[in-house]
């Protein structure tokens, strides 16, 4: 497969290029208008083909996927680019940063029949997935940063989206209600809780930016049981004692946080020409958006769940 990553910022050396520059069956091209970076990425990973704009790549050659891993304010632009010209697309979280442009994303991807894949790399974690369909009445999950205070929109939409997306994908039933609570101090957004409940369980996703320290945690409770699973690393099983199960040394992170079974689960969605999931895609980017909307004081009342744009894309 030929494949093109765009941007090669720091998530991008650090998580997908060891990943996808050892595999065999991949004919990488890079793309960046940074020229220092593009020479000192392409000669790290000894990747020849190198391109100093997605343009220029796209104007040089064919591509059966490509990788987006710009800044979030040019998703829009790349996206829409790759998706004009029937390119399965993988786009770091999130797809953009309105719901508005979201939805039309996603109906174009839709249009063209042409697979579009978010990084939501918690949905493919080892110790996550084993916790999907289990019988939970509780799912409880913190992701905290230290001294982190931010604009609402940027912190929602770029880090507390794992939180909104890992509690949709673990959810036991469809979700009926949410409630939304934001904490701002001078136009920054300090913390944010969220709550979705429907038939027989509850799902609480919470961030504090102004914690002691950066930290994740997931509880799953039900069925006489807690599971617990520390920083994506450790997992802590409890029926009435305690057992702690911790990833050996020598699994690598990149599969420990599930970006090895992600980039996979792309590439064959790639070459099957995957429907797009549409109706996954903008419930997660719709709730973001509510809680954006909470923030900066236009969404202190309760939103119906779903809400209505959700429901006309699905």
Known sequence: MRVLLIGLGDIARKAYL???SRRADLDLHLATRNEAVLDEVGRAFRIAHRHASA???????????????????????????????????????????????????????????????????????PDYVALRGIDASLIV????????????????????IHVVDTLLSLAPAPVRRRMIETHVVDGMLHSVTLTLAGDGFTAIGTMHRDSGLD????????????????????????????????RSDWTPVERQRGFEAMCDDFLLAARERRPVDAAAIVATHDICEAIVRHAEGDGHAPLPYPSPKATAVQ
């Open 55 to 125: 343009a220029d790549a796209l104007a040089a050659t064919s591509f059966d996927a490509a990788f987006v891993h710009a800044a979030t304010p040019a998703h829009g632009e790349l996206v829409r680019l790759l998706l004009e010209r029937g390119i399965p697309t993988f786009v770091d979280k999130p797809l953009a940063d309105t719901l508005e442009e979201v939805e039309a994303l996603v109906a174009l991807a839709t249009a063209r029949a042409t697979p579009l894949f978010l990084g939501f790399n918690r949905r493919f974690a």
């Open 215 to 246: 930290e994740e945690r997931l509880d799953v409770i039900g069925g006489g049981a807690r599971h617990t699973v520390l920083n994506l690393a450790d997992r802590i099983e409890t029926r009435g004692a305690q057992g702690l199960h911790r």
């Open 18 to 20: 060891p990943l996808l």
């Open 141 to 160: 999950m913190e992701k905290h940063r230290c001294r982190q205070p931010d604009i609402a929109r940027r912190v929602v939409f770029d880090d507390f």
